[in-house]
């Protein structure tokens, strides 16, 4: 069974920095991909960024390369996500979640069953 908590969102002026966590109660965590995701109010979730069971590779979506930073520990069963230089753009509730058989850029809302309840970040001008 799977278990997610989000914990780190807040608010934050533009060009901020903020840290997310998510732990996983997630059987096999270490042997499992993760992501992170984000849904702004009015739109869909979308894809944000990816890391590899081992950390070695890692997935973001266009508009957050260069100022994200995707991360984990297992020996803490938690994912992390770094933003910098944060824009009013990526205010949204942040959601991380596992792997699916799918490429990350097919992934939607619809190939998940469960979320966690999901951490704001909104980002002022």
């Known amino acids: 069974q799977v278990q997610l908590v989000e914990s780190g969102g807040g608010l934050v002026q533009a060009g901020g920095s903020l840290r997310l966590s998510c732990a996983a109660s997630?059987?096999?965590?270490?042997?499992?991909?993760m992501a992170w995701f984000r849904q702004a109010p009015g739109k869909e979730r979308e894809f944000v960024a990816a890391?590899?069971?081992?950390?070695?590779?890692?997935y973001y979506v266009d508009s957050v390369k260069g100022r994200f930073i995707v991360s984990r520990d297992n020996a803490k069963n938690t994912v992390y996500l770094q933003m910098n230089r944060l824009k009013p753009e990526d205010t949204a509730v942040y959601y991380c979640?596992?792997?699916?058989?799918?490429?990350?850029?097919?992934?939607?809302?619809?190939?998940?069953?469960?979320w966690g309840q999901g951490t704001q970040v909104t980002v002022s001008s």
């Open positions: 979640n596992v792997e699916t058989p799918k490429h990350w850029n097919q992934v939607t809302e619809s190939d998940y069953t469960y």
């Open positions: 997630v059987p096999y965590f270490s042997t499992t991909a």
């Open positions: 890391i590899s069971w081992g950390g070695g590779s890692t």
